[in-house]
């Protein structure tokens, strides 16, 4: 694939160092011609964001006498190239991440070369080329068994229970039988609903783990209510990454009421979402995501594209994917073009309403 350099350039506009970056992925791309180039949000640690370029593809690697194509992702800082990439390896829905003493578990890739990263003499082709030599010995990846399509539909039927509102559901009926991975749920949001949810959940027995995230200022009534009842295998967190691993994600957070108008309720959620649905998406890269929060279409629409979820994967509560009234919504109310710019929200007769940002 031939490299756009004006492209890129223009990516790269709020870069410190834009030059030197432009010159450098031009020689990635001598060796390496088919990553692809875009710019997205990255989310850190503590929940910050910053736009990013970011190229992915796969890098050949020989083990055991086969060659396998491993699909990786790294993100260039606008520091670069005095900083170095962050890495990722990128499984598809039929891998599995091996953890090892250069990968973990969400991933992300560490390596000597990184640690000791040093321009001009450190390099991107220079890192590639360790990370194939280091994945040699380790392999990061390993194929999921064909049989992990049916836990899928499994687990599907096991969201549809616990919206469906099921009683007696055998709360060990969906785990990884190889690896023992409990049933574990997160609720975002420690409102009314939130707290409603985790104690209906709670009762029902239908999660080995239960996390609540609290995104209040830590003197929200309902948490200290919900501390009293000591819950067995219910926690309460305000780490995002607290979430990692769980099955099902429950959006319950909701910013409606106390505004001047509907739309800058609306607003402000899909605001909140911006931080939350990127965050919990890396930490819950197999989860279903269940929306609750209101206006369940549009925010069920936002999540879907903030998560880069398969739309069978986020789920609204009263509504889905595929309704005539969210593709109303997709089709004729969100007029979305790229993130960031403003979104026209037309009503039903048509009338044009104030902008909000997507």
Same mark, same amino acid.
């Given at each position: 694939?031939? %490299?756009?350099?004006?492209?890129?350039?223009?990516?790269?506009?709020?870069? !410190?160092? #834009?030059?030197?970056?432009?010159?450098?992925?031009?020689?990635?791309?001598?060796? %390496?011609?088919?990553? #692809?180039?875009?710019?997205?949000?990255?989310?850190?640690?503590?929940?910050?964001?910053?736009?990013?370029?970011?190229?992915?593809?796969?890098?050949?690697?020989?083990?055991?006498?086969?060659?396998?194509?491993?699909?990786?992702?790294?993100?260039?800082?606008?520091?670069?190239?005095?900083?170095?990439?962050?890495?990722?390896?990128?499984?598809?829905?039929?891998?599995? =991440?091996?953890?090892?003493?250069?990968?973990?578990?969400?991933?992300?890739?560490?390596? @000597?070369?990184?640690? &000791?990263?040093?321009?001009?003499?450190?390099?991107?082709?220079?890192?590639? !080329?360790?990370?194939?030599?280091?994945?040699?010995?380790?392999?990061?990846?390993?194929?999921?068994?064909?049989?992990?399509?049916?836990?899928?539909?499994?687990?599907?039927?096991?969201?549809? !229970?616990?919206?469906?509102?099921?009683?007696? =559901? &055998?709360? #060990?009926?969906?785990?990884?039988?190889?690896?023992?991975? @409990?049933?574990?749920?997160?609720?975002?949001?420690?409102?009314?609903?939130? /707290?409603?949810?985790?104690?209906? =959940?709670?009762?029902?027995?239908?999660?080995? !783990?239960?996390?609540?995230?609290?995104?209040?200022?830590?003197?929200?009534?309902?948490? +200290?209510?919900?501390?009293? %009842?000591?819950?067995?295998?219910?926690? /309460?967190?305000?780490?995002?990454?607290?979430?990692?691993?769980?099955?099902?994600?429950?959006?319950?957070?909701?910013?409606?009421?106390?505004?001047?108008?509907?739309?800058?309720?609306?607003?402000?959620?899909?605001? +909140? %979402?911006?931080?939350?649905?990127?965050?919990?998406?890396?930490?819950?890269?197999?989860?279903?995501?269940?929306?609750?929060?209101?206006?369940?279409?549009? +925010?069920?629409?936002?999540?879907?594209?903030?998560?880069?979820?398969?739309?069978? #994967?986020?789920?609204? =509560?009263?509504?889905?994917?595929?309704?005539?009234?969210?593709?109303?919504?997709? +089709? &004729?109310?969100?007029?979305?073009?790229?993130?960031?710019?403003?979104?026209?929200?037309?009503?039903?007769?048509?009338?044009?309403?104030?902008?909000?940002?997507?």
């Amino acid at each position: 694939m031939e %490299f756009d350099c004006e492209g890129v350039r223009r990516l790269l506009g709020k870069y !410190k160092f #834009r030059d030197l970056t432009v010159e450098e992925l031009k020689n990635v791309n001598m060796y %390496f011609p088919h990553f #692809r180039y875009s710019m997205d949000t990255y989310v850190f640690k503590d929940t910050s964001q910053k736009d990013l370029l970011n190229f992915t593809g796969t890098i050949p690697v020989m083990y055991q006498g086969n060659t396998y194509n491993i699909p990786i992702r790294f993100w260039i800082l606008d520091s670069h190239p005095f900083a170095p990439p962050i890495c990722f390896l990128k499984p598809t829905a039929n891998m599995e =991440i091996s953890v090892g003493k250069h990968v973990d578990a969400k991933g992300r890739i560490y390596l @000597p070369y990184l640690q &000791n990263w040093s321009h001009p003499k450190s390099v991107i082709v220079g890192l590639i !080329k360790e990370m194939i030599a280091k994945f040699q010995e380790e392999l990061p990846l390993y194929s999921v068994p064909s049989s992990n399509e049916a836990q899928q539909v499994d687990l599907l039927a096991y969201i549809a !229970k616990i919206t469906e509102g099921v009683s007696d =559901i &055998n709360s #060990r009926g969906w785990t990884n039988h190889e690896n023992k991975i @409990p049933n574990k749920i997160t609720v975002v949001g420690s409102g009314d609903l939130g /707290i409603a949810c985790t104690l209906a =959940i709670s009762a029902k027995g239908i999660a080995d !783990k239960l996390l609540l995230l609290d995104l209040s200022d830590g003197t929200n009534q309902g948490t +200290m209510d919900l501390d009293i %009842f000591n819950l067995p295998n219910v926690e /309460i967190s305000k780490d995002l990454s607290a979430s990692a691993h769980s099955k099902v994600v429950i959006f319950t957070a909701n910013s409606l009421g106390g505004f001047e108008s509907y739309l800058h309720a609306v607003q402000s959620n899909v605001d +909140m %979402f911006r931080t939350l649905v990127p965050a919990l998406g890396h930490y819950n890269q197999h989860a279903v995501f269940l929306v609750a929060s209101q206006p369940v279409e549009i +925010m069920s629409y936002v999540t879907w594209k903030l998560s880069t979820f398969p739309a069978n #994967r986020v789920i609204g =509560i009263g509504c889905n994917l595929d309704s005539q009234r969210l593709q109303y919504i997709i +089709m &004729n109310v969100l007029k979305a073009q790229t993130s960031g710019k403003k979104v026209w929200v037309v009503g039903e007769q048509g009338e044009n309403k104030e902008p909000w940002n997507c």
